[in-house]
């Protein structure tokens, strides 16, 4: 006799259709697992075994086989715990076959026959939506994260035996009401850091409005204290808000990730990561013997910081490049390949010097002149031709900041943002920033009136930038127009891309 039952595998952030396949035959009593990587194997029929005795179900005396088909799909954790046991109980005879169709099963056991919560729920619960699976079966604690899924039924049992009983319709049990997004991304705004907490650098916050209008990625040089790490962190907070789907496919990579708790099981705003300059390429880009999305995939649809960017390893961040080019991170080891989506912002800070106080009157810069050029010389090469927006951020004396009044909340600024955007996507196409026009498209979008080329090619000539600077030039000017609204990109506005190329580190011709 042969049983089947309904369970996925995780492929980065999505879920393929597994079948667990229990055929019970004469023979010399074994409990066989194919289909599984091998040191799984022991692990999983210890739990099944437990579980199912603990919920007083015995094995029968028989040669039992389980196999998790198809065969070729890299399978592991311990996801299949639950699929399996449900298959054993059918082949015994406790559950008639048919009170599982159109069930998926997704859940570890412990020994006792509590089901456990796993990472990975929400792709699990979107493809059961997708697929038409009318019911989805997972351990308490991923229920939350599993009832993000609109029109799907989400039972979350806290152990074996109940949703035995509840399959039998012996005690059915409800399924959990929707999870109330909007509720939990009202509270994750409020724990945004507001612009309007920051007085004074009226220059640096404009920079962050035009970065976000553009989805231009930058960099912010200043000394310690200046307020670089604050005004980063405020960042998601001027962005547009996320849409459900956006919401939904970021909260998947964390989910996969295992970073969700039944307390706060979505991402309801745009992600802030900030890895440490220790970091390690896998964690950034993802990797680990199970596939694993790393930084660039958690800032997904938001912001990644890389605070004093020169201490990272020239071979870490030489790994960012795919991503920030592709909008995603791939990750190849022998035993798999995986993607993971990384459509990230990159914003960068840094000292002026080793010291970090280079230029800024208050206390003198100790560095020779050699450790300030070596130090500089590791922002040059590839990476920062990725940064269109250079923005110098000083420090603010306190008795100047008790003097200055509030500035702009973060909404203010997100509705400038937000109509910029539309403008954008309305004639870049949509959801084209203009960080990413480049050439011809360029060349259409981000045409220059006599006058205005002048000053382009006057600058040019003045400070010696390359065509690769140019570039970064037009885009910038392009969504200062953007904001102001302008149809045309006019004097004024490329005057003011021009003055942040002045201020920051990367000058003008040495990065391009
Ligand atoms: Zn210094």
């Known amino acids: 006799m042969l049983v089947r039952v309904q369970t996925v595998a995780l492929d980065g952030i999505k879920a393929v259709s597994v079948e667990v396949e229990v055929d019970f035959s004469p023979g010399l009593p074994i409990l066989g697992i194919v289909g599984l990587p091998e040191g799984a194997v022991r692990e999983a029929k210890d739990r099944v075994r437990a579980a199912l005795g603990n919920s007083g179900f015995h094995l029968p005396a028989k040669r039992i086989i389980i196999n998790l088909a198809p065969a070729h799909l890299p399978k592991g954790g311990s996801s299949y715990d639950l699929p399996m046991a449900l298959g054993l109980l059918v082949a015994m005879g406790k559950v008639p076959g048919e009170r599982l169709s159109g069930c998926l099963f997704f859940g570890e056991l412990s020994l006792d026959g509590r089901l456990r919560g796993v990472p990975g729920v929400l792709p699990v619960a979107l493809f059961a939506r997708s697929a038409g699976f009318g019911r989805l079966m997972v351990a308490r604690e991923n229920g939350s994260e599993a009832a993000l899924v609109p029109d799907l039924a989400v039972f979350a049992p806290?152990?074996?035996?109940?949703?035995?009983?509840?399959?039998?319709?012996?005690?059915?049990?409800?399924?959990?009401?929707?999870?109330?997004?909007?509720?939990?991304?009202?509270?994750?705004?409020?724990?945004?850091?507001?612009?309007?907490?920051?007085?004074?650098?009226?220059?640096?916050?404009?920079?962050?409005?035009?970065?976000?209008?553009?989805?231009?990625?930058?960099?912010?040089?200043?000394?310690?204290?200046?307020?670089?790490?604050?005004?980063?962190?405020?960042?998601?907070?001027?962005?547009?808000?996320?849409?459900?789907?956006?919401?939904?496919?970021?909260?998947?990579?964390?989910?996969?990730?295992?970073?969700?708790?039944?307390?706060?099981?979505?991402?309801a705003t745009r992600p802030f990561r900030s890895p440490h300059h220790t970091a390690s390429k896998n964690s950034l880009v993802g990797g680990g013997g199970q596939p694993h999305p790393g930084e660039v995939s958690l800032a997904h649809k938001g912001v990644l910081f890389l605070d004093e960017i020169p201490e990272f390893s020239r071979t870490v961040l030489e790994v960012l490049r795919e991503p920030l080019e592709s909008g995603e991170a791939h990750i190849s080891r022998t035993s798999y390949s995986a993607r993971f989506p990384a459509d990230f912002q990159l914003l960068a800070a840094c000292n002026p010097c080793p010291c970090g106080h280079l230029g800024h009157g208050g206390r003198p810069c100790r560095c020779s002149p050699a450790q300030v050029a070596g130090y500089q010389s590791r922002l040059s090469g590839p990476l920062l031709d990725r940064i269109d927006l250079h923005v110098e951020v000083p420090p603010v004396p306190a008795e100047v900041l008790v003097a200055l009044p509030s500035g702009e909340s973060s909404r203010q600024v997100r509705a400038r943002v937000m109509r910029a955007r539309s403008i954008?996507?309305?004639?870049?196409?949509?959801?084209?920033?203009?960080?990413?026009?480049?050439?011809?498209?360029?060349?259409?979008?981000?045409?220059?009136?006599?006058?205005?080329?002048?000053?382009?090619?006057?600058?040019?000539?003045?400070?010696?930038?390359?065509?690769?600077?140019?570039?970064?030039?037009?885009?910038?000017?392009?969504?200062?127009?953007?904001?102001?609204?302008?149809?045309?990109?006019?004097?004024?506005?490329?005057?003011?891309?021009?003055?942040?190329?002045?201020?920051?580190?990367?000058?003008?011709?040495?990065?391009?």
């Open 158 to 267: 806290e152990t074996l035996l109940d949703l035995v009983k509840h399959l039998m319709g012996e005690v059915p049990l409800a399924p959990l009401p929707a999870t109330d997004w909007h509720g939990w991304q009202e509270e994750a705004q409020g724990e945004i850091p507001d612009l309007a907490e920051i007085k004074g650098q009226e220059y640096a916050k404009r920079a962050l409005e035009i970065a976000a209008a553009g989805g231009h990625n930058m960099l912010m040089t200043g000394p310690p204290g200046s307020g670089k790490t604050f005004l980063a962190r405020a960042m998601p907070g001027i962005l547009p808000e996320m849409s459900l789907d956006e919401a939904l496919e970021v909260t998947a990579i964390h989910s996969v990730a295992g970073r969700l708790s039944p307390s706060r099981p979505f991402v």
């Open 424 to 512: 954008q996507y309305e004639r870049n196409g949509m959801g084209i920033r203009n960080s990413v026009l480049n050439g011809k498209a360029l060349e259409h979008h981000a045409s220059l009136a006599a006058p205005v080329r002048r000053i382009l090619l006057d600058a040019g000539q003045r400070m010696g930038f390359s065509a690769r600077a140019h570039g970064r030039l037009l885009r910038v000017a392009r969504t200062v127009a953007d904001l102001a609204p302008s149809a045309e990109i006019a004097v004024e506005h490329m005057a003011e891309a021009i003055q942040f190329r002045i201020g920051g580190l990367g000058s003008w011709g040495g990065v391009g």
